[in-house]
């Protein structure tokens, strides 16, 4: 079911091709690709990735202070480039961006227990559903995908795992995925990023050593665990009655919208 796509320099890529629907549909093959960061990638490597899965746009995002820490991506031409910074960049915790290292240090001088880690990152996820600046964002994502051009979509943040983790849980909630196959999607991030996460969690071990709690908080923004998740819908579920109340009420996605973008991703 999951269409992992190995790319050089990219990490998490994957298609969410082959999700059926509750209805009997199936998303159409490659119409919709999620990964992490594309400008690690070398510009023969990324754009061959683009020409073959036909990728007609891409839709980043990550924060204007992320985009500018990163190296330019020039796309071939006919590629339609969107960049709706998701998150705002005062919600740190899943942006690994240079200029927030001192901010997380000082935020890991308050951690008093260990569900403090768990909560941290909960507490991120909320701000992607319930800030009025990403509900705006998001207003504005599913607008680009409404009217996209030729070709497949392919959205990314820095990881692929948080930012994107969200939007994909809102949109194949949208086409009418089921819910255990949106978590299980969701949850294929850390085993994409398995060795990754090793390596860097092994680094952190050497030269982190003596900054437990903040060792400690970076590691646990490593991951995607399907718990962030879950709790950010019950939360939804809490404050709106339903995840579906959400995404019309909220990020307006009404039945004719809910319908147009089932056309373009559905077969």
Do not use: W
């Amino acid at each position: 079911m999951i269409k992992k796509i190995k790319v050089s320099g990219i990490r998490n890529v994957r298609a969410l091709s082959g999700y059926k629907t509750e209805d009997g549909k199936s998303i159409k093959p490659f119409s919709l690709i999620r990964s992490g960061r594309l400008d690690k990638a070398k510009k023969k490597n990324r754009d061959k990735f683009i020409r073959q899965f036909n990728v007609g746009t891409v839709i980043d995002l990550r924060t204007d202070v992320e985009v500018q820490e990163g190296s330019e991506v020039i796309y071939p031409e006919g590629v339609q480039h969107i960049f709706i910074p998701l998150l705002d960049q005062a919600y740190f915790g899943i942006t690994h961006e240079k200029k927030m290292r001192k901010a997380l240090f000082n935020e890991s001088r308050k951690i008093k227990d260990n569900a403090y880690y768990k909560n941290f990152m909960v507490n991120m996820y909320k701000g992607i559903v319930f800030e009025e600046s990403s509900q705006q964002h998001l207003r504005t994502f599913f607008n680009a995908l409404i009217n996209k051009g030729d070709g497949g979509v392919l959205y990314h943040c820095t990881g692929g795992k948080d930012r994107t983790g969200v939007v994909s849980f809102l949109l194949l909630t949208i086409l009418g995925v089921s819910r255990e196959n949106i978590l299980h999607d969701f949850s294929q991030s850390d085993i994409f990023n398995r060795r990754h996460n090793a390596t860097l969690s092994f680094l952190m071990n050497i030269f982190l050593f003596p900054c437990t709690r903040f060792r400690r908080l970076l590691k646990a923004m490593l991951y995607a665990k399907r718990e962030y998740l879950e709790k950010t819908i019950e939360a939804i579920e809490e404050k709106y009655g339903s995840v579906n109340s959400y995404i019309e009420d909220i990020i307006g996605i009404d039945k004719a919208k809910a319908d147009k973008l089932k056309e373009l991703f559905l077969d």
